[in-house]
Every structure is written in C-alpha cells, then in structure tokens.
T-cell receptor, first 113, second 112 residues
Framework: AQSVTQLDSQVPVFEEAPVELRCNYSSSVSVYLFWYVQYPNQGLQLLLKYLSGSTLVESINGFEAEFNKSQTSFHLRKPSVHISDTAEYFC???????????FGAGTTVTVRA | SQTIHQWPATLVQPVGSPLSLECTVEGTSNPNLYWYRQAAGRGLQLLFYSVGIGQISSEVPQNLSASRPQDRQFILSSKKLLLSDSGFYLC???????????FGPGTRLTVL
C-alpha cells in the first residue's frame, strides 16, 4: 500500500494570494492521484485527478496539480485564493490494481481577508 | 447521475447502546463501497470495504461491523458503542479498482 505525506498541516493565506499544498507519495509504480476538498461538516468532494496523459491537471474552480513521477509528488496550486477556498484538502493515491485509496493527513487552508 | 445517501446526518447515543448507520447509492450497479471514520483533528481511517453483496473486508479490528445486504446498500453497525466511537462517518463508492471514490455527506456520531 502507498503512504502519502502532506507536508503542511495548516496553511494560512491572504485572499488573492497564491497557495501551494504539497503532497508526496511512497511508490514509483504506476499510480492514480487525486485531490479532495472537504468543507466543514461535509463529505469529501473530488477536486481533480491524474490518471494518465498530461502531467498538469486542472479543476473548474482554478486549482491545478502537477504530477512529477521522478519526485513522486502531486502538489496542488491556486494562483489567487478566495475566502470560499477555506477548507481541508486531502491528497490520495491508488495503485492501479487496488480497491483502496491511501489518503494523506490533510492540509487545512484558512483564507483571510 | 449517481448519488450517495447517508442517514442519519447526526446521532447522539449513550455508551453501550447499539448503532446502525446506512448508506445507499443510486444510479450505478455493483459499486465498490467503503466506510471511513474521521475522528476530531485526525485524518481518514478506512474501516471496511466491500466489492460485492455479502463481501466485507475489515481494515481495523474494533467493535464495529459492516454488512452489504443489497448491491447498493452498505450498513455500519455496533452492538455496544464506546466513547472512542465518536466521530464523523463517511460512506463512499467507486466504480472500478484504482478509480476515484465519491463520498456521501457523512454522519456525525457523538457517544456520551
């Protein structure tokens, strides 16, 4: 099974500033990669995913993540955050032949005006 | 489109009481189903998953159990709740191995 490390547990950021959330995983075998967002008292929502093809994937609300196989990383970025981006973000990884996802511990993003 | 339901949304139970949380998925067939728990300030812990009716895999030994009586129904149970069972319980489904999982709205359980 994979292990997933989210290097920052808390990220405070000002509105309209950029943000980067770091995610590293343990294995260099072929994987699928995901970012989820969780707002308070809600379930997780899929933000974006990498399955194959272009290493840069984008979400509809301005987030992007880049798959780096050599560094086994899948960092999430947004060039300009909004107050509404305040949430917890989880990185997840799956081996192609596994039913389970391995989740990181989560990064809490707090956007301040 | 597919939807996933969980109920109840919130639950307050005394220590030693039984538990039954239900999850149902609509709009898909033969989904893989999952139960997770989030304790306060902690990440996601996979409790059980199921790849078919009557097939349950347990990830963490504990006083909880799971059942899948129908293709799109997943139930989490306990005979006697402990204080440590408090948390946010999430059900999820996926279509195939390795693919993304889609989460329900969750059940907030408080054991007093």
């Amino acid at each position: 099974a994979q292990s997933v490390t989210q290097l920052d547990s808390q990220v405070p950021v000002f509105e309209e500033a950029p943000v980067e959330l770091r995610c590293n995983y343990s294995s260099s075998v072929s994987v699928y990669l995901f970012w989820y967002v969780q707002y308070p008292n809600q379930g997780l929502q899929l933000l974006l995913k990498y399955l194959s093809g272009s290493t840069l994937v984008e979400s509809i609300n301005g987030f992007e993540a880049e798959f780096n196989k050599s560094q086994t990383s899948f960092h999430l970025r947004k060039p300009s955050v909004h107050i509404s981006d305040t949430a917890e973000y989880f990185c997840a990884v799956s081996d192609l032949d596994d039913y389970k996802l391995s989740f990181g511990a989560g990064t809490t993003v707090t956007v301040r005006a | 489109s597919q939807t996933i339901h969980q109920w109840p949304a919130t639950l307050v139970q005394p220590v030693g009481s039984p538990l039954s949380l239900e999850c149902t998925v609509e709009g898909t067939s033969n989904p893989n189903l999952y139960w997770y728990r989030q304790a306060a300030g902690r990440g996601l812990q996979l409790l059980f998953y199921s790849v078919g009716i009557g097939q349950i895999s347990s990830e963490v030994p504990q006083n909880l159990s799971a059942s899948r009586p129908q293709d799109r129904q997943f139930i989490l149970s306990s005979k006697k709740l402990l204080l440590s069972d408090s948390g946010f319980y999430l059900c999820a489904w996926s279509a195939i191995q390795g693919s993304e999982q889609f989460f329900g709205p969750g059940t907030r359980l408080t054991v007093l």
